[in-house]
């Protein structure tokens, strides 16, 4: 059963807003902010194996023998300027291609078969004249969009499995 959630988020204003959003499916949802990566080492295996961890924005390094421990799973949100993320450009056609575009991107994490998954991507492209500043926010918005849809599955189901994709222009 899931009964904890490590968020690592890192911004303090993210933290206390993606957990008030967490909670708000799932009441009795006992949500971790105050986490550090090699704290999850000291942490016992009965609790991980009740846990899912949810990384917004940089991930940091996690130890794989953790990351099997999580009963739940661990899960990234990210942005990548990139239209086709995991596949490199195979040409200065694609790569050039690939300049405008960002893709937001919900991720499984681990060493087990079945993760490394992407979970959910949108990808969109921009004008060449938006400022980085612009772009930054833009992708921000994209990905706390896309967490807030995938929400009441990171604080209530067992799984996430379900891919979405979406090419929003």
């Known amino acids: 059963m899931l ?9 303090p204003d993210y933290q206390h807003a993606l957990t008030l959003l967490l909670r ?5 949802l006992s949500i971790w902010t105050d986490v550090s990566p090699s704290d999850l080492d000291l942490l016992e295996p009965e609790v991980l194996k009740d846990s899912r961890l949810v990384c917004f924005g940089d991930t940091p390094p996690l130890a794989d023998d953790v990351v099997k421990q999580l009963g739940h799973g661990a899960y990234q949100f990210y942005a990548a300027p990139l239209q086709h993320p995991g596949l490199p450009p195979q040409t ?22 079945t993760c490394d998954n992407i979970i959910g991507i949108e990808t969109f492209t921009l004008p060449p004249s938006v400022e980085d500043s612009a772009r930054e926010r833009i992708a921000f918005t994209r990905l706390a969009h896309m967490f807030w849809r995938m ?19």
């Open 3 to 11: 009964k904890t959630i490590i968020l690592f988020a890192g911004r």
């Open 24 to 28: 708000e499916h799932n009441p009795g």
């Open 151 to 169: 929400s009441h599955a990171l604080a209530c189901d067992t799984t996430l499995s379900d891919v979405q994709r979406t090419r929003l222009n």
């Open 92 to 113: 200065d056609a694609e790569a050039a291609d690939d300049a405008p575009c960002v893709s937001v991107i919900a991720q499984a994490i681990g060493q087990h078969p």
